[in-house]
């Protein structure tokens, strides 16, 4: 089941954001490192408590997975105006992954941007999360902006 988070979900939400930062602290340690756990609550409090962002969960016995979302308006002088639905964070836990669960709150991203008058849905992913580059293949999304760097 997919719903909309409430504050009750804050300890799970936590447990879920820890695990995918020290997922990211793995797989790209020169640029994440792990902060206490109190930022990671104080976070996920943040967020719930932001009306400019909706966190959309599923749980069928426990709270398995979240994405973090926020509707964002863009009118610049040099580009035609549009409203993108931006998924800020998006997780499943690791012993749950690979059950369809993304597949269900990604298609929850869609309708909710279609919803409110979205033309895309965009993110930005680590290039090395190779598992979650091609979740969002499959889900679709094609790369729009590649950032390059250079470790020196």
């Known amino acids: 089941m997919i719903r909309i988070a409430d504050i009750n979900d804050c300890e799970r939400l936590t447990d879920l954001f820890i695990e ?9 340690p020169e ?11 104080e976070r996920i409090a943040e967020i719930l408590n932001d009306g400019g962002q909706t966190v959309f969960i599923h749980e ?10 926020k509707i964002m ?11 993108m639905c931006y ?5 499943v836990a690791e012993n749950c992954r690979r059950q369809g669960i993304g597949t269900e709150l990604f298609g929850a991203v869609k ?4 919803e409110r008058g979205c033309t895309s849905v965009q993110l930005g992913v ?4 190779t598992d979650s580059v091609a979740f969002y293949n499959e ?8 950032i390059m760097e250079m470790r020196l």
């Open 139 to 146: 889900m679709g999304l094609v790369p729009r902006t590649i």
């Open 60 to 69: 069928d016995i426990e709270l398995d997975g979240y994405v973090v979302v």
């Open 20 to 28: 995918l930062h020290r997922h990211h602290v793995e797989i790209k």
């Open 111 to 114: 309708a909710f941007g279609k």
């Open 126 to 129: 680590t290039a090395c999360n």
């Open 31 to 41: 640029t994440f490192r792990m902060p206490q756990h109190e930022w990671f609550s």
């Open 73 to 83: 308006d863009v009118n610049t002088e040099e580009k035609f105006p549009r409203r």
């Open 87 to 91: 998924i800020d964070c998006f997780a």
